[in-house]
């Protein structure tokens, strides 16, 4: 999975070759893909979701600029 924005504002995110409208299922099934098992899949979804929630406090501290802590955080709120 991959995100970027681009100098026109526009913003992408992939996960499994979607581009739009990416939901935890395609997630779910990007681990499938990989033969991963239902529990490791889960561990690390909810592993991701504890890291996620901590976006503004850490990119602030890494000087991500506040445009860009906006966005990404509109982004993951999706998931």
């Known amino acids: 999975m991959t995100f970027s924005t ?3 504002k526009k913003q992408s ?3 499994m070759g ?3 409208n990416i939901e935890l ?3 779910i099934k990007l681990g499938e893909e990989v ?3 239902k529990t490791v899949i889960k561990n690390i979804i909810e592993q991701t979701k504890h ?3 901590q ?4 990119s602030s501290e890494y000087g991500v600029t506040q445009s860009n802590i906006e966005l990404i ?3 993951m709120t999706r998931l």
């Open 6 to 8: 681009s100098t026109k």
């Open 25 to 27: 299922k395609h997630l």
């Open 51 to 53: 890291a996620l929630n």
């Open 18 to 20: 979607k581009g739009r």
């Open 55 to 58: 976006w503004k406090d850490l």
């Open 13 to 15: 995110m992939m996960a």
């Open 35 to 37: 033969k991963l098992s």
């Open 73 to 75: 955080h509109r982004m």
